[in-house]
């Protein structure tokens, strides 16, 4: 499974959401898992964004339609980033042949 960092904003709606049901966290997450992913990691955070996620997902199709998904229901607004594990990236900057797995192939 490929690493990918979901970082989101909440809007005034996702807000208001999250105040009033802040179990609603827990229940996206497993939406999450029924559309083929699954958070490992998640953070809230403070500065320019609000949370932190941490997503394997078997590919960047599956990822695309999870952060549509979520998006579109105007709660929240995402930047999705592939991840790569550091020693994958110090082998692929020695040179070494890739190992797959991070880029959803």
Known sequence: ???????STLTDEGRKTLKERPERLQ?????????G???TSQYAVLGGYDFVNVIEAP???VMARI????????TI???????MPIDQFVEMMQGAPPTGGTNGK
């Open 1 to 7: 499974m490929a690493t990918y960092i979901m970082l």
């Open 67 to 74: 952060a549509m998904e979520l998006g579109s229901r105007g």
């Open 37 to 39: 992913a699954r958070v």
């Open 59 to 61: 590919s960047n199709e």
């Open 77 to 83: 607004k995402v930047t999705t980033l592939p991840g």
């Open 27 to 35: 229940a996206v997450n497993k939406e999450v898992e029924s559309m």
